[in-house]
C-alpha cells in the first residue's frame, strides 16, 4: 500500500506506506536524527542519548520484530526516495508506540512543536 499524500511545487512527493524489515536500521536512524533535531533544547544530552541511541542490534531486532508482527501497524514517510518518518501503533491497546519525522524539505511534515523550548538559567 502506497499513497501519495502531498505534492507541493517546490517540496518532493510526500509518500506513505507499509515498513518492510529492511527499514527497520534507517527507522532507528530517523528516530536519532528527530531526537536530536527537535528536543535538543528542551533535555540533556545524557537523556537524549539515552532515548535516541541509534540502530543498535537489539533495537533494530525488535523493531523488525514489531514490522512482522499483525498486532502492529508500521508506516514509514518518504520524500524524493528517503525515509523522513515512521509511526508505529497497536490499534488493539489503543497504543501510539512511536511517531518520528526528521529534519526534511518536504513543508509542514515534521515541524518543531512551538513549546520545546528549554530556558537553562532556571
Request: aromatic residues 6%; negative net charge; glycine residues 4%.
Amino acid at each position: 500500500m502506497i499513497m501519495p499524500v502531498a505534492n507541493y511545487s517546490t517540496t518532493p512527493m510526500l509518500t506513505i506506506r507499509l515498513a518492510d524489515p529492511s527499514d527497520a536500521v534507517t527507522m532507528m536512524q530517523v528516530h536519532r536524527e528527530s531526537v536530536f533535531a527537535k528536543a535538543a533544547n528542551c533535555y540533556p544530552q545524557a537523556e537524549l542519548e539515552e532515548w535516541a541511541p541509534g540502530p543498535t542490534p537489539d533495537r533494530v531486532e525488535r523493531v523488525e520484530r514489531e514490522i512482522n508482527d499483525p498486532q502492529f501497524i508500521v508506516l514509514v514517510a518518504e520524500a524524493a526516495s528517503e525515509l523522513i518518518g515512521f509511526g508505529m501503533a497497536v490499534p488493539a491497546k489503543n497504543d501510539l508506540r512511536a511517531l518520528y519525522v526528521k529534519p526534511n524539505s518536504v513543508e509542514r511534515v515534521g515541524q518543531q512543536h512551538p513549546r520545546c523550548t528549554r530556558d537553562n538559567s532556571v
